[in-house]
């Protein structure tokens, strides 16, 4: 069963850090990435990685967001330095199997002022 598990989520002051990580099973995933949704606006990009180490960031997070993946573990991460208020939403991990995109369940990441 393919599975794409987020932890690391919480409430952190601004300038603050927390590293996500997004446990995967069931395959291996070509891209992966990381999403966020805050309240009532809509869920939008925050950084990709492909298998082979292709890097992409949202302009709103680039010098300040790590993506990195370990895939002798099938783990993707996201370290997420300077912390600003704007950042506070729910975090998800996606990735690709063939054509197939699958989503995590999201991990709440609050940054407060």
């Known amino acids: 069963q393919v599975q794409l598990v987020e932890s690391g989520g919480g409430l952190v002051q601004a300038g603050g850090s927390l590293k996500l990580s997004c446990a995967a099973s069931?395959?291996?995933?070509?891209?992966m990435g990381w999403y966020r949704q805050a309240s009532g606006k809509q869920r939008e990009l925050v950084a990709t990685i492909t298998n082979s180490g292709y890097i992409n960031y949202a302009d709103s997070v680039q010098g300040r967001f790590t993506i990195s993946r370990d895939n002798a573990k099938n783990t993707l991460y996201l370290q997420m330095n300077s912390l600003k208020p704007e950042d506070t939403a729910v975090y998800y991990c996606?990735?690709?199997?063939?054509?197939?995109?699958?989503w995590g369940q999201g991990t709440q990441v609050t940054v407060s002022s």
């Open positions: 996606n990735g690709f199997i063939g054509v197939n995109l699958y």
């Open positions: 069931g395959s291996i995933f070509r891209t």
